[in-house]
Each structure stands twice: as C-alpha cells, then as structure tokens.
C-alpha cells in the first residue's frame, strides 16, 4: 500500500483513528506523509486527576511467578480507585493516554460502583518500565483483578484499551463480568489488509528510531496534525495532546509495533460475557469490513455512534452515555 511505511512511521495519540486506514486503501492518496487522521499529540500540562478519593500508585513492582500466568513478570501501573459500591468498573485508557481521559465516565458510575482508572506504565506520566507488551500488560491486569478479589467487574477500554478488554474476557473468561469496547477493534491491520497475520518479531527498528529521536517540537506538529481527524471536541484537544507527549518515547514506540501486530479475530470467540462495541460514526460507511472483524464475538452488541470522532466519550456524549446506562444496568 502507497502510504503503509508512512503509516508505520507515525507517531500515533492513539491507534484507532481507523477511518484513515480504511481511506488510504480506497480513496485518492494525499501527499501528506504523516496522515491527519492517524497520528496524535501531546498535550500541554496535564492536571492530577480530579475529585478522586485517593490514589494508589500502584507502580506494582509485582514478581508474578504464579501458574495462571505461567512465568515471572514485571509489572508496573499506576491505579486509582474511587467510588464505593458492590459491583466494579475497571477503566483504561487508549494508546498514550491518561486515565483521566475516562474523568467524565467515572465520575457518573463511581456513586453506586468501586471504580479502578488505569494509567499503563510509560503513558501520560507514569514511569516507564522495560519489557513491556500488549500480552504483559493484558496480564498484570488479570494479576491486579485475582488479587484484589474483584469480583466479575465492567471492564471499559478506549481503543487499544477497548482490545485490551476484549484480550482480557477471551484470556480470563472466568474473570470478567462485561466489557464494553469504545472504538476499537479486533485488528488494526486487517481493515488495511483482511488476511493480516500476525509476524513472530516484527522489526520496527527504523520506525521505533526515528519515533525516539524526533525532537520535542517535531513530534508535536506530528500529533497536532491529526488530532482534528480524532476528536471533534476542540475542549479537550490540547490535554489528549499532552498525554502523548508526557508519554516516554521509547515505551510508545514499541507498545506501538507490538499493539500494531495485534490480531485477536478469532481469539474473541472464547468470550462469553456480554460485550457492548460503541464505533465511531464513520464506520457506518464500511459496516461489511467492521463486522466481519466481530464475527465470532457471538456476545458482541455492535452500535455505531450519532456524531463525532474516534473520542466518542467527548464527541458524541449523550449517546455514549445512555448507552452506558442501558448496558451497565441490563441483568
């Protein structure tokens, strides 16, 4: 494809802005080599989380060395919780993202649920941690639910943190009680190429290089590029921004080569609990190719937003909301 090494070399917000993906393969190529809708910024100071009842940064210097897992890992994350209730709602963020993204969202649930925002090493602030991938990362938060005892939680996700819910309830059946996905799929590449395969060691040296050392000012055109093409919401641009740019460089470029070898198409067949897939609007369009990517997600609700971008909990609000509430109640 005419723009896949271009692609490839962008320095993504976040990995799901998936209507430039489909674009690129069947509309008139631009000569903008850094795709508007594909990359994402960085942000001026991003504030503490807000009117949380305390914070547990729990960096966890976990060994895991227990049989579900199967080997000893090192993981690091950052957690808050707030809210009180029985029932719980885990949340994470999308690529380079901040819990804070999810403000709104917890603010509304955490009066009757025990809410736990997410912020993955490296992202928005956190302190990087080596060795980290999308399937350790999937882990440590199955570890994290195991041994706090959090009994069949919500688990919400906002692009790669939507496919990470999906990883979790096909991985860890047992384990999660519902997911609702915001603007992700299955597999990046498959809307580019349907009969993507994943690569053993994908080599993202070159790209990984340039990502790292792209000066400050450099990668901030780069995200303030496409952010027009992910949010509608001009409010919040500037945080999302930030994010990615309080994001360490290293852990962004390869959590993005790892997270863009991702194919859990056949995976999510071993999902049972129910699943909410909210999708942004556009993908109205391409109805065929978003489809077949849940095809054996036999729980799947697919609902397609009203207005807005990739941000579909700033751009489309009320919708995205009353979508929340009919799921998060339903039996």
Not at 42 to 66: D, E, G, Y
Not at 157 to 178: E, N, Q, R, T
Not at 295 to 304: D, E, G
Request: glycine share 4%; net charge neutral; aromatic share 12%.
């Amino acid at each position: 494809m005419i723009f896949m090494m271009a692609v490839m070399n962008l320095v993504l917000i976040e990995i799901f802005p998936l209507n430039h993906f489909y674009q690129t393969k069947y509309s008139t190529p631009s000569c903008n080599i850094f795709p508007p809708s594909v990359s994402k910024g960085k942000s001026l100071k991003t504030t503490a989380m807000r009117k949380f009842k305390f914070v547990i940064p729990v960096i966890m210097f976990l060994l895991i060395n227990v049989n579900v897992f199967g080997q000893s890992k090192t993981i690091y994350f950052e957690v808050i919780k707030s809210g009180k209730g029985d029932k719980s709602i885990i949340f994470i963020p999308g690529f380079a993202s901040s819990g804070e993204v999810w403000d709104d969202t917890r603010t509304k649930y955490e009066k009757d649920h025990t809410c736990y925002t997410l912020t993955m090493a490296g992202f928005a602030g956190v302190a990087p941690q080596p060795n980290s991938t999308f399937s350790v990362w999937v882990k440590s938060i199955a570890y994290y639910i195991k041994e706090n005892n959090i009994e069949k939680p919500v688990v919400i996700g906002h692009s790669m943190g939507g496919v990470m819910a999906m990883a979790l309830a096909s991985d860890y059946p047992d384990l999660i009680g519902k997911i609702i996905v915001v603007d992700g799929l299955p597999c990046l590449q498959a809307l580019m190429n349907p009969d993507f395969k994943p690569v053993a060691k994908p080599d993202c040296s070159a790209m990984s290089a340039q990502i790292v050392a792209a000066s400050d000012s450099d990668f901030y055109k780069m995200q303030t590029m496409s952010i027009k093409q992910l949010m509608a919401d001009t409010t919040n641009r500037e945080q999302v921004i930030g994010w990615s740019m309080k994001s360490d460089r290293k852990t962004f470029a390869e959590m993005y080569c790892d997270f863009y070898n991702i194919d859990l198409r056949d995976k999510v067949k071993n999902i049972e609990c129910p699943s909410l897939i909210l999708l942004e609007e556009y993908f109205k369009n391409i109805k065929p190719a978003i489809e077949d990517q849940f095809k054996n997600l036999k729980t799947a609700s697919l609902q397609y937003s009203n207005k807005g971008l990739h941000f579909i909990m700033y751009d489309d609000k009320e919708w995205y909301f009353s979508q929340l509430d009919n799921f998060i109640t339903s039996k």
